[in-house]
């Protein structure tokens, strides 16, 4: 896929983050990890057309598979730190054109 460098940096500080936090709990082995290989992947395909963009497709991929709330908060607080220019990663489904379109 073709993404700008900068993109490309930044996914990898967030999987790397996820990892290291993945190694430093129990909870998180094999399947429970918050992030694979093609997930960075699937990620890229995405084809984000800003930073925002970004750290959206990021947790719409990522978090929204988590069951718990406190993993789900440990990836958006992730995607902010690594993700330039996003301070305040908030996921509106009803602002989205295709939720809007099955509604």
Known sequence: CQL???YVKEMLKVYSDLQSH???SAV???KQSFMTVRDLLRWGHRQPSSHHELAVEGYVLLAERLRK??????VRLS?????????HL?????QDSFVRDVQ
């Open 4 to 6: 700008p460098a900068s």
């Open 69 to 74: 709330e406190e993993d789900r908060e440990v």
């Open 28 to 30: 998180f082995l094999g």
């Open 90 to 94: 908030h996921v509106d489904y009803t």
């Open 22 to 24: 993945r190694s430093q």
């Open 79 to 87: 995607l902010q730190k690594h993700c330039a220019g996003v301070k």
